[in-house]
């Protein structure tokens, strides 16, 4: 298995294990990325969270995810993850993009980085909470905090589930089914 790492800060790493059944490798432990791994990869790459939403991807038949993390290689392991599910995706870096982005689109499930730039992301949720078009939409904290206390202020503030990073795939897949 493939390792996949990002740094968060200078306190937090993440690490997940990220299946590739769609990269071979040779005799020479050289890595060869099949046609299929390219196009997923350029069809991710779109998602750009300084940019905002992905018109390409966004229709009405498909539930609407919004990402929200400063970092842009936790996004496209977001949006990897949620290829299985068929989604139009919208990706915020900051806290405040990430609210606008909810209140005008009202996407059906928010996964939130508590750890972001501008906004804490307890405050997103408690504001999110207050606005009438987006108190019920589904926010998971997808986040590199992992302390019991840390879980239960998320749930405290509004949110509807949590897991911690470094979280596996499947969890993270069944969560998600779960909302979806």
């Known amino acids: 298995q493939n390792i996949a790492q990002t740094s968060l800060s200078k306190r937090y790493t993440a690490a997940w294990r990220v299946p590739c059944p769609l990269l071979k490798v040779d005799k020479n432990r050289r890595r060869k990325s099949s046609t299929k791994h ?16 992905d018109h390409e991807s966004s229709t009405l038949d498909k539930p609407l995810v919004l990402l929200v ?11 990897w993850v949620l290829q299985k599910f068929n989604c139009a995706l919208i990706a915020a870096a900051q806290g405040k993009a990430a609210i606008s982005i909810a209140q005008i689109h009202q996407p059906n499930l928010i996964l939130l980085e508590i750890l972001l730039p501008d906004l804490d992301g307890l405050e997103v949720i408690t504001q999110l909470r207050q606005i009438p078009e987006t108190k019920q939409i589904t926010i998971i904290a997808v986040t590199a905090l992992a302390k019991a206390e840390d879980k239960q202020k998320v749930l405290s503030a509004g949110g509807d589930d949590y897991i911690s990073k470094p979280y596996m795939l499947e969890e993270l897949e069944t969560l998600i089914e779960h909302y979806l």
């Open 38 to 53: 390219m196009e997923r990869t350029q069809q991710f790459s779109r998602i750009d969270p300084f940019k905002g939403i």
């Open 69 to 79: 993390d400063s970092d842009k290689d936790n996004l496209l392991l977001l949006a």
